[in-house]
T-cell receptor
Framework: RKEVEQDPGPFNVPEGATVAFNCTYS??????FFWYRQDCRKEPKLLMS???SGNEDGRFTAQLNRASQYISLLIRDSKLSDSATYLC?????????????FGGGTRLMVKP | AAGVIQSPRHLIKEKRETATLKCYPI?????VYWYQQGPGQDPQFLIS???????DKGSIPDRFSAQQFSDYHSELNMSSLELGDSALYFC???????????FGQGTRLTVV
């Protein structure tokens, strides 16, 4: 079982739709959490950090449930340009530095 | 703002040859990560350095080695290349658990 798991999708949604991605992590020592976006053949780019209190950045809302070890990303009013793979990433201190672990990614395709 | 610089961007090598990939992290970042991403796969962690010391090791073959130098740049050395080593190799740098990591544009290695 992977340490960080995501539904691979693809999620095919029309423009303007709201879409939600979920992610679970198995290591309870994980300390910080992120969503990255990756376009085809490009590097992953940090989309947003995820906090227990929930955080919002424009059309994007991220939520963390530490008790359930569950992370979510909600995208409202989807745009064509949101089409990408969304990677859930967890970070933990392994006593010698940070350790970033990626989920398998969820592919989103927004259609006109 | 300065980003993570990787070189070369593209590299073609023959089987059994050696390759060296370079990474220049964002200034003042204390952690460097190396990831390998095959076609259609999520980034797989290879190795990381914290303050120039190796901090963690993932699924890195024995044929690969890496180091971080006094100027904080890092090199990934790959020997006895195999066809299956063809992939995108990303370097990322970061500092602190809560800030995530920032990726370079990657080196696309093709082994023929």
């Amino acid at each position: 079982r992977k340490e960080v798991e995501q539904d691979p999708g693809p999620f095919n949604v029309p423009e303007g739709a709201t879409v939600a991605f979920n992610c679970t992590y198995s290591n309870s020592a994980s300390q910080s959490f992120f969503w990255y976006r990756q376009d085809c053949r490009k590097e992953p780019k940090l989309l947003m950090s995820v906090y227990s209190s929930g955080n919002e950045d424009g059309r994007f809302t991220a939520q963390l449930n530490r008790a359930s070890q569950y992370i979510s990303l909600l995208i409202r009013d989807s745009k064509l340009s949101d089409s990408a793979t969304y990677l859930c990433v967890v970070n933990r201190d392994n006593n010698a530095g940070n350790m970033l672990t990626f989920g398998g990614g969820t592919r989103l395709m927004v259609k006109p | 703002a300065a980003g993570v610089i990787q070189s070369p961007r593209h590299l073609i090598k023959e089987k059994r040859e050696t390759a060296t990939l370079k990474c220049y992290p964002i200034p003042r970042h204390d952690t460097v990560y190396w990831y390998q991403q095959g076609p259609g796969q999520d980034p797989q962690f290879l190795i990381s350095f914290y303050e120039k010391m190796q901090s963690d090791k993932g699924s890195i073959p024995d044929r690969f080695s890496a180091q971080q130098f006094s100027d904080y740049h890092s090199e990934l050395n790959m020997s006895s290349l195999e066809l299956g080593d063809s992939a995108l190799y990303f370097c990322a740098s970061g500092t602190g658990l809560s800030l995530g990591a920032f990726f370079g544009q990657g080196t696309r290695l093709t082994v023929v």
